[in-house]
């Protein structure tokens, strides 16, 4: 993975997917002195925009368009970016270093970056094809099922119990929808955050009107003679009336490019900490990324807008020769009616690790740590704020922490 010497000024960087890493990659290169051509290339049709308010306030029809731009469209061409949307990468080449797009077009690279992103887990029974039935990733998606929602008095069915499910399911509740959620947990998002803590959102979304079908997965989808979806068929056989179908069961690396180029694939594009591929001079970030963790020592991706920003840096760094690695704390954060959370913390270390909580549960307000021998590896704040530094200075110290300090809401987390 030698990807060390300076590009000259006249090598261009290429960068393979319009989205928010992409966006952060091209705005660092030219933060950094970086003069050269850089091409941006996307096939969505839009300039790059950010993802999580998708299923969140602009899924409401609270924030606007402009609000989803990291950098204004006028961004791009002011700094000599250009700025490709719908054109698509078709093929790599890293002996010859080219990139061919569908427009026919070749493009030449000194330092080429896939940010290829993810695209949704397909979901294999019949009736995914009927209208009103819909995937949720882009900010198509979201406009879409805005119309759908928007007017209440819909049911919608949620196929999937993750973070997208249960945030979609409590905006379409709050825009006045009946809703039925499935899952394969017996507790939404027990399987990032452990059964206890998912309880208090499950409750929450109870208290809204929610329905759960736990654990339960769609045998199949119904429609009516013009097409439109009626129904959801479960597993355990039972049907359930459905105006719309949202199917939100995870998302799948988009390592078709690095595959044919034949870089070393691994649940994602493997990357190291500098996030270089095993193929000189080309490098990867973001959704598609595995990168190996310098504190964990394993392979992970990240599928969360803090890691497209922080890994979009690393890389233009590393794409520049220099000394960058991404060692930040992974970071995510959800808002589910009036919860709202964020969470700091390595899954891989988290998992079976013990849990204590600071703050009470039953008030939903509390942060919880996650611990492996009296270290903290994890934290999540919920309707508690402004203990993010604080949780990820304990995570960053490694050090053994006092337990009855950091369960007690009065005491000093710094002293923990």
């Known amino acids: ?145 805005h119309s759908e929602l928007a007017g209440g008095g819909r049911h919608l069915v949620l196929i999937g119990s993750g973070w997208i499910g249960m945030e979609v399911a409590a905006t379409a509740r709050e825009l006045g929808n009946e809703v039925t959620l499935l899952g394969l947990e017996e507790v939404p998002m027990s399987a990032a955050i452990g059964p206890r803590l998912g309880t208090v959102f499950m409750d929450r979304h109870r208290e809204a009107g929610v329905h759960f079908r736990l654990p339960a997965s769609a045998k199949e989808i119904r429609g009516d003679d013009a097409g439109r979806v009626t129904a959801v068929v479960t597993d355990a056989g039972e049907t359930l009336s459905a105006d719309l179908v949202v199917i939100a069961i995870g998302v799948v690396p988009q390592t078709a490019l690095a595959e044919e180029a034949g870089l070393t694939i691994g649940n994602g594009i493997q990357v190291d900490s500098g996030l270089r591929t095993s193929a000189k001079g080309i490098f990867a970030a973001g959704d598609v990324a595995s990168a190996l963790h310098p504190v964990t020592g394993q392979y992970a991706r990240s599928e969360h807008w803090a890691n497209a920003i922080s890994g979009g840096k690393v890389a233009a760094q590393s794409m520049l020769g220099r000394d960058a690695v991404l060692d930040d704390i992974p970071y995510f954060y959800t808002d589910q009616f009036d919860l709202g959370m964020e969470y700091s913390g390595y899954g891989a270390l988290a998992k079976d690790a013990d849990v204590v909580v600071r703050g009470s549960l039953e008030d939903r307000e509390f942060v919880a740590f996650w611990l492996r021998e009296d270290r903290v590896v994890a934290g999540m704040n919920v309707n508690v704020w402004d203990v993010q530094e604080e949780i990820q200075d304990l995570i960053r110290s490694g050090k053994a922490v006092d337990r009855a300090v950091l369960t007690d809401p009065d005491s000093d987390l710094k002293t923990a």
Request: without cysteine; glycine residues 10%.
């Open 1 to 145: 993975m030698d990807n060390t010497s300076f590009p000259a000024s006249d090598d261009a960087m290429v960068i393979i997917g319009a989205g928010l890493t992409g966006a952060t990659a091209a705005a660092t290169l030219r933060e950094e002195g970086f003069t050269g051509p850089v091409v941006l290339v996307g096939a969505e049709g839009q300039a790059p925009y950010l993802r999580p308010p998708l299923s969140k306030g602009f899924l409401a029809g609270k924030e606007s368009e402009e609000s989803l731009l990291p950098y204004p469209e006028k961004w791009y061409a002011e700094n000599d970016v250009e700025l490709l949307t719908s054109d698509e990468a078709v093929s790599v080449d890293p002996t010859a270093r080219t990139v061919a797009l569908s427009s026919g077009r070749s493009l030449s690279y000194g330092r080429l970056l896939l940010a290829t992103g993810a695209v949704p887990r397909q979901l294999n029974v019949p009736g995914t094809d009927l209208q009103g039935v819909y995937y949720f990733r882009t900010k198509t998606d979201s406009q879409r099922l």
